[in-house]
């Protein structure tokens, strides 16, 4: 089946540093990336939507320029946090989908960010 | 945008009986409703799925019904084992301009007691 790998699956970084977490689709050309972030015990909140070669569309409340998304080929996109402050740290997962659709919604293993 | 409500919070059942998960969305445009288990710290799996053209789906132990006039959907897990606790994601597909985006609900957790 459709297999997507995230890496890291965990990261301890400093306040005030970046970080970049990677997905990449192994079998499949992931057209569209979707990041979610997902807190302790709750549900997963969309933050931004990337198709290939194109800017990511962020939802409401989502910094761009804190979130940084790029999706510059058909089986790789990341996601940069930028000065990455102690309140950024959760679980950051993405998930990709093809053109048609074949292999529905791909999820990553995510990547358990810390920032201390 | 879509909004996604599910209940309950928590779930707990005994082994062997039965557990329901609802779920309703707001936007009636969705046209695919899928179900995630997650267990902690891994990524959801897909168990089952529903499209808006059909009222009903059954895999083996899990099924899942959809009223469309309703807006709302439900999981159905018959006879449960202990190793189905996690927590389990209903979603909704709708357009955000960028793509066919999932919206989810807000998890429910379900301990399974043996």
């Known amino acids: 089946g459709a297999v997507v790998s995230q890496h890291p699956s965990r990261v301890i970084c400093k306040s005030g540093t970046s970080v970049k977490i990677e997905c990449r689709s192994l079998?499949?050309?992931?057209?569209?990336m979707f990041w979610y972030r997902q807190f302790p015990k709750k549900s997963l909140m969309l933050m931004a939507t990337?198709?290939?070669?194109?800017?990511?569309?962020?939802e409401q409340g989502v910094e761009k320029d804190k979130f940084l998304i790029n999706h510059a080929s058909l089986t790789l996109s990341t996601l940069t946090v930028t000065s990455a402050h102690p309140e950024d740290s959760s679980f950051y997962i993405c998930?990709?989908?093809?053109?048609?659709?074949?292999?529905?919604?791909?999820f990553g293993s995510g990547t358990r960010l810390t920032v201390v | 945008g879509e909004n996604v409500e599910q209940h309950p919070s928590t779930l707990s059942v005994q082994e062997g009986d039965s557990a329901v998960i609802k779920c309703t969305y707001s936007?009636?445009?969705?046209?695919?409703f899928p179900w995630y288990k997650q267990e902690l710290g891994k990524r959801p799996q897909l168990i089952i799925d529903?499209?808006?053209?059909?009222g009903e789906k059954k895999d083996q132990r899990i099924a899942v019904t959809l009223n469309k006039t309703a807006k709302h959907f439900s999981l159905h897990i018959t006879e449960t084992q202990p190793e189905d606790s996690a927590v389990y994601f209903c979603?909704?597909?709708?357009?955000?301009?960028?793509?066919?985006?999932?919206?989810f609900g807000g998890g429910t957790r379900l301990m399974v007691k043996p």
């Open positions: 998930s990709a989908r093809s053109a048609t659709g074949t292999h529905g919604y791909t």
């Open positions: 079998d499949f050309q992931a057209t569209t």
């Open positions: 979603a909704a597909r709708s357009n955000n301009n960028a793509g066919n985006m999932l919206t």
């Open positions: 936007d009636s445009a969705s046209n695919y």
């Open positions: 529903i499209r808006s053209n059909v």
């Open positions: 990337s198709n290939e070669g194109s800017k990511a569309t962020y």
